[in-house]
């Protein structure tokens, strides 16, 4: 391959995470570097990867070290990344960070953490993968912060330039409680999701109002599900996965995520998200449509947690 750098422009079409890879060098001292090549490799044993150039300052330390960290960035971490993917003389004197129970650096306000032990060092080319066995992590449930092409997206942003620009807008939940999904009535005798139409101003907080208000339960939402346009109502509609608080519902009804009535759904679009979420669920891997009422694509983007 004679365009190295045509080649790296291609590799970064793929969309991935943004982390930063942390050790304790001889001396004890911290050091850690900002990192997308990050995969996970196996539950039993738990084992992760990360790639390191061989031109890394970092590479005869993280090569040679007992362990290695990865602290996985939340939406809100951007210049952490940028810190640690600079050559600034102090990285840790920016971040709020502590040893893991295997001694290497793990970060707070991180979407989540590994601290791992040695496991393997495997030759790549012009990098090595340091695999790592996960001896501790942790799980904030934040969103991640992502990377493509050279630059930085959130969902949360995308989200919020959605919600900002749409005049005529749906808001809606694929709202589940322990395998049990609410649906509420379509007014036609059969059963659709929790819609509110946004005004204007209105975030997603809407939608956990709306629920808290007609059903009498509280919702928190997750992430995206669904971005779909009515083209016979000339209507956009942005659907959130969530969760139920408990309690009996005022108004709807729960059903078996994997038995929801898909024969009482009149709407289409409904009856698509609903069984989809049905079949995704088992598999604990759930993604986002994009498209209209009858045509459209899933995007793979997020796991179950």
């Not at 969760?243 to 995520?257: A, K, N």
Request: aromatic share 8%; with cysteine.
């Amino acid at each position: 391959m004679s365009d190295a750098r045509a080649l790296r422009d291609a590799f970064g079409a793929f969309l991935t995470g943004v982390t930063v890879v942390t050790t304790v060098d001889d001396a004890g001292a911290p050091i850690g570097f900002t990192a997308n090549s990050f995969t996970s490799v196996s539950l039993d044993p738990p084992l992760l990867l990360v790639c390191l150039a061989k031109t890394s300052r970092n590479y005869a330390t993280l090569t040679q070290a007992k362990g290695f960290g990865v602290n996985i960035l939340s939406e809100v971490q951007k210049d952490v990344s940028n810190t640690f993917a600079r050559p600034v003389e102090d990285r840790f004197a920016a971040v709020d960070w502590r040893p893991g129970p295997h001694g290497s650096p793990v970060f707070a306000d991180v979407a989540a953490w590994f601290d791992c032990a040695a496991h393997d060092v495997v030759d790549a080319g012009d990098h090595v993968i340091l695999i790592g066995r996960v001896e501790g992590f942790g799980n904030s449930g934040k969103t991640g912060l992502g990377y493509a092409r050279g630059g930085y997206f959130t969902p949360a942003l995308a989200e919020r330039s959605l919600l900002a620009s749409a005049e005529s807008l749906l808001l809606g939940a694929v709202a589940v409680r322990n395998s049990e999904i609410l649906m509420v009535e379509d007014g036609k005798g059969g059963w659709t999701l929790p819609f509110v139409e946004k005004a204007e101003g209105d975030g997603m907080e809407a939608l956990e109002d709306h629920i808290a208000a007609t059903a009498g339960l509280t919702l928190a939402t997750g992430l995206l599900y669904s971005v779909y346009e009515d083209t016979m109502m000339g209507r956009q509609h942005v659907v959130y996965r969530g969760e139920l608080g408990e309690g009996t519902p005022q108004s709807g009804r729960f059903f078996p995520v994997q038995a929801p009535p898909l024969a009482e759904i009149a709407d289409s679009a409904v009856r698509d998200i609903v069984k989809r979420y049905g079949a995704e669920s088992t598999l604990g891997n759930f993604g986002v449509y994009f498209g209209n009422q009858e045509k459209g694509r899933v995007h793979a983007v997020a796991a179950k947690g």
